[in-house]
T-cell receptor
Framework: SQQGEEDPQALSIQEGENATMNCSYK?????LQWYRQNSGRGLVHLIL?????REKHSGRLRVTLDTSKKSSSLLITASRAADTASYFC???????????FGSGTKLNVKP | NAGVTQTPKFQVLKTGQSMTLQCAQD?????MYWYRQDPGMGLRLIYY???????DKGEVPNGYNVSRLNKREFSLRLESAAPSQTSVYFC?????????FGNGTRLTVT
């Protein structure tokens, strides 16, 4: 079955630095979504990008999608300690809206 | 507007017991999902329902059954609980916007 896979599995940076995490998938998609999850909490939606879009921004977040490489990246600029969380991508199989999540990138932002 | 409502929030079962997790959404979404999340892991899809009356297996369907009797409700049943099913369970719905999640059910099977 198709599943997004995040890379790296863990990332540790200093406050103020940028954080980049990647998501790769296997088949064609309609939508790709990024979520954040703080430890022991629910998922918070960050950005949804559709297959015909290449880049989206939301505040300090920038998401790109390269359908030829079947990959997406999430960039968090000027990171803060509050950005410490796990980040997941979710991808759907073409025409089915059947979303699979990757195993996530655990981001630690040191103050 | 409650969004996605999931019950119960917590449950402890003994091995072999059965239970049903309930999920309801009030956003008129066609698609609904059940996921499980084990500690330190991502969400794994158990079952997916594209519309009322249809269900489709996900990555980890063994040991579970689901029922989508109407557009609002999507239930998950464990017929004979096993310790390996100890996890946090999330129900979600989707209508073209982001996935909307319930608050989760923390299930422990002893």
């Amino acid at each position: 079955s198709q599943q997004g896979e995040e890379d790296p599995q863990a990332l540790s940076i200093q406050e103020g630095e940028n954080a980049t995490m990647n998501c790769s998938y296997k088949t064609s998609i309609n939508n790709l979504q990024w979520y954040r999850q703080n430890s022991g909490r629910g998922l918070v939606h960050l950005i949804l990008i559709r297959s015909n879009e290449r880049e989206k921004h939301s505040g300090r977040l920038r998401v790109t999608l390269d359908t030829s490489k079947k990959s997406s990246s999430l960039l968090i600029t000027a990171s803060r300690a509050a950005d410490t969380a796990s980040y997941f991508c979710a991808t759907d199989e073409d025409n089915f809206n059947k979303f699979y999540f990757g195993s996530g990138t655990k981001l630690n932002v040191k103050p | 507007n409650a969004g996605v409502t999931q019950t119960p929030k917590f449950q402890v079962l003994k091995t072999g017991q059965s239970m049903t997790l309930q999920c309801a959404q009030d956003m008129n979404h066609n698609s609904m999902y059940w996921y499980r999340q084990d500690p330190g892991m991502g969400l794994r899809l158990i079952y997916y329902s594209a519309s009322e009356g249809t269900t489709d297996k996900g990555e980890v369907p063994n040991g579970y059954n689901v029922s989508r009797l109407n557009k609002r409700e999507f239930s998950l049943r464990l017929e004979s609980a096993a310790p390996s099913q100890t996890s946090v369970y999330f129900c979600a719905s989707f209508g073209g916007s982001p996935l909307h999640f319930g608050n989760g059910t923390r299930l422990t099977v002893t």
